[in-house]
């Protein structure tokens, strides 16, 4: 085959002329300086479908190619990609705070369209700065980055690390993107050398960030209706089925003649490629060109390979070719194997297994109960990871349900990413659980260290996450009032325990609903532990790097880099907010002024409004008077200055006080009775 490959190529280096053309005939074949290659096409014909059509407006100099209202930049047939203009969103202030103007992108894509999470990210610029984005609604999917920097002097050129710039991949499948943006301080702290923030969706092959930036941005690409755009990238299909569908309707299947079709990744649909020894348009009739004709081969196009075949061949050299082949996948398939375990090896290495090993066999902690599972026995627990077993998503990766061979149910956590960070958040994460032994933590069983991504199995919670029943579609208001307090107990346990329990405190830093998995009675067990720390007494933790989830994190942590115990009480007091209100933390639905439920929550707690924002189920269920002691905990929790905050045995101690009440008004109300 790769000798056949060989003859291909040198007959495309001997015989190449003219390249194929790329555009229908009679078709407009370029709009200023961008070409236009079928299935796309500008008038009636010259486009294989109606959601591909595009125009070129020529009040623009030079031209401008317009996929609707959106000015396209480049399209590609090759990787299937379309570079577009991207609106960039901007919310500017005055000296004294008061906004001088502000704009947020929402866009939606047609059906065979798509914005391309390999290609971008959402970027944000400014010193005073959150910026989230969103699907239409916001129930699919919500994320967002942060930027924070005391001085001009602190932005790093070129660095986008969250001081002065920040970025976050995107999700797969994303049709619909809103962009907005909002501040802590309306950029008052640094409005001299930083008046407004911007954000915007960037391919991450053109944005490179400067410091000048911070004090005027004006984007790469084109203006549009007086407003600056960056360049983002699109990708495209030219239909929604699967290949397999689509080939049975040849009057709308829409790759030519030998050319093959392949099942996009991102989202349904397909598309078509030229195949090895053929260059040219995959949607024009006859538009894969292959040269091998012309030394008298005869060329076969396939779904993946041409392979030309020279009418030289005679049956006796076939048979010791076939021979030969076969010797030779006989000894690939041993190397094969041999790599393969080595390969293992490697990896078991780099994971740090010899560490973990050498731990176990020590003695020293409660590692030793921690047992190392080979990759099969995961394969075989989860079906091969098959979709169907995601139990959820997350920053740090994905979730599965497994079952191992003594019929245990477990969740099996999949890291996100093949870098050295996701190692050793894993590594850490599996360390710190199993020296912990608490009923309301979950629980490590094991790990397996010989894959590309680390592996850890812990047990199984059942009802999934507190976010899931608090903003889910099919589980809104299906815990009590009663649960809820007894969550809110169970979680301020683990984290005193977390806190004050242990020889080293352990700071979890990423206290947030969905880390709180919920067992068939409601009683609660948090999870997640990937970039917690281990802190001595009487210290805090300096981070080069700000981490934890939107909406959640302490914005002092922001403004000093340093964590504390008190940040994961921040974090607490959200989830207390969420469990009153049943609303998110972060939502494009509300108001610009209610977006952040935790400054939402506190100023309607200054105005008196608290019973205004309850969650229905809860204004029915709870007594004011303990609704009263919620808010207030939940107020001391949000406290911006960190050092007025309570710790977490203090807010342990209050809630274990409303108990008490709790216990005292039903007494009083039975002797009433």
């Known amino acids: 085959m790769f000798f056949q490959f060989l003859i291909c190529i040198f007959s495309w280096l001997t015989f190449a002329s003219a390249a194929p053309p790329q555009t229908k005939l009679g078709c407009q074949s370029t709009c200023g300086d961008v070409s236009i290659p079928y299935p796309f096409g500008i008038g009636v014909g010259c486009y294989q479908n109606s959601e591909l059509a595009l125009e070129c407006n020529k009040s623009f100099t030079p031209p401008r190619l317009l996929l609707g209202n959106i000015p396209v930049r480049n399209i590609s047939l090759l990787s299937g990609t379309m570079t577009i203009a991207f609106l960039v969103s901007f919310n500017c202030y005055n000296k004294d705070g008061t906004s001088s103007g502000k704009f947020s992108q929402k866009m939606t894509?047609?059906?065979?369209?798509?914005?391309?999470?390999?290609?971008?990210?959402?970027?944000?610029?400014?010193?005073d700065t959150y910026a989230v984005m969103s699907d239409g609604s916001g129930d699919i999917f919500q994320s967002g980055c942060i930027s924070f920097c005391q001085n001009s002097d602190n932005v790093v050129e070129g660095s986008c690390s969250s001081i002065g710039c920040c970025q976050t991949a995107i999700p797969m499948g994303l049709k619909t993107l809103n962009v907005s943006l909002s501040s802590f301080y309306n950029h008052s702290n640094s409005w001299a050398y930083n008046p407004c923030s911007y954000a915007f969706l960037a391919d991450s092959e053109q944005f490179k960030f400067s410091r000048?930036?911070?004090?005027?941005?004006?984007?790469?690409?084109?203006?549009?209706?007086?407003?600056?755009?960056?360049?983002?990238?699109?990708?495209?299909?030219?239909?929604n089925e699967t290949c397999e569908k689509a080939q049975t309707n040849l009057t709308s299947y829409a790759c030519g003649d030998n050319s093959y079709c392949d099942d996009y990744h991102n989202t349904n649909g397909y598309r078509c490629t030229c195949p090895y020894g053929y260059e040219g348009n995959p949607y024009l009739a006859n538009g894969c060109q292959g040269l091998c004709l012309r030394q008298g081969g005869l060329c076969k196009a396939k779904k993946v390979t041409t392979a030309c075949i020279r009418p030289w061949w005679r049956w006796g050299w076939g048979i010791l070719l076939l021979l030969f082949v076969a010797i030779a996948f006989w000894f690939y398939g041993k190397l094969k194997k041999r790599r393969a375990l080595q390969r293992r090896q490697e990896l078991f290495k780099r994971n740090g297994g010899l560490l973990l090993q050498q731990q176990i066999s020590s003695g020293e902690s409660n590692v030793e109960k921690t047992k190392i599972f080979v990759?099969?026995?995961l394969e075989k627990a989860t079906d091969n990871f098959n979709e169907n077993r995601v139990l959820g998503r997350g920053g740090s990766g994905t979730v599965y349900k497994g079952m191992l061979p003594d019929g245990r149910i477990v969740a099996i956590k999949k890291s996100k990413l093949v870098d050295e960070t996701q190692i050793g958040q894993f590594i850490n994460e599996l360390v710190i659980l199993s020296e912990i032994n608490h009923k309301n933590i979950v629980k490590v069983i094991g790990c397996c260290l010989e894959t590309e991504v680390p592996l850890l199995v812990y047990e199984y919670v059942s009802r999934g996450t507190l976010s899931e029943h608090l903003h889910g579609k099919n589980f809104i208001s299906s815990i009590s009032w009663e649960d809820r307090l007894g969550i809110c107990k169970e979680i301020a346990g683990a984290l005193t325990y977390l806190h004050s329990s242990l020889s080293t405190p352990?700071?979890?830093?990423?206290v947030k609903s969905s880390n709180i998995l919920l067992d068939e009675n409601f009683k609660a067990k948090v999870s997640d532990f990937g970039i917690s720390r281990s802190v001595p007494y009487e210290q805090t933790h300096l981070s080069t790097l700000v981490q934890g989830t939107f909406g959640y994190l302490d914005p002092e942590y922001f403004h000093s880099g340093q964590f504390t115990e008190k940040s994961d009480v921040y974090g607490f007091g959200v989830v207390l907010v969420e469990l009153l209100t049943g609303q998110k933390p972060i939502s494009n639905t509300r108001s610009e002024e209610e977006a952040n439920l935790a400054m939402h929550f506190i100023s309607s707690v200054k105005e008196d409004r608290v019973l205004q924002i309850l969650e229905t189920r809860i204004a029915n269920e709870a007594r004011k008077e303990e609704i009263q002691i919620v808010a207030s905990l939940a107020k001391k929790c949000l406290k911006i200055v960190g050092k007025k905050r309570p710790t977490m045995k203090e807010v342990l101690i209050q809630l274990e006080n409303l108990r008490v009440f709790q216990h005292q008004e039903s007494l009083r109300l039975l002797t009433e009775e």
């Open 109 to 127: 894509l047609a059906s065979l369209f798509t914005f391309s999470d390999t290609r971008n990210k959402l970027t944000a610029i400014g010193c």
């Open 212 to 239: 000048s930036d911070l004090k005027n941005f004006t984007g790469i690409g084109p203006e549009i209706d007086n407003q600056i755009s960056f360049l983002a990238v699109l990708d495209w299909v030219v239909g």
């Open 375 to 377: 990759t099969e026995e």
């Open 506 to 510: 352990i700071f979890h830093r990423d």
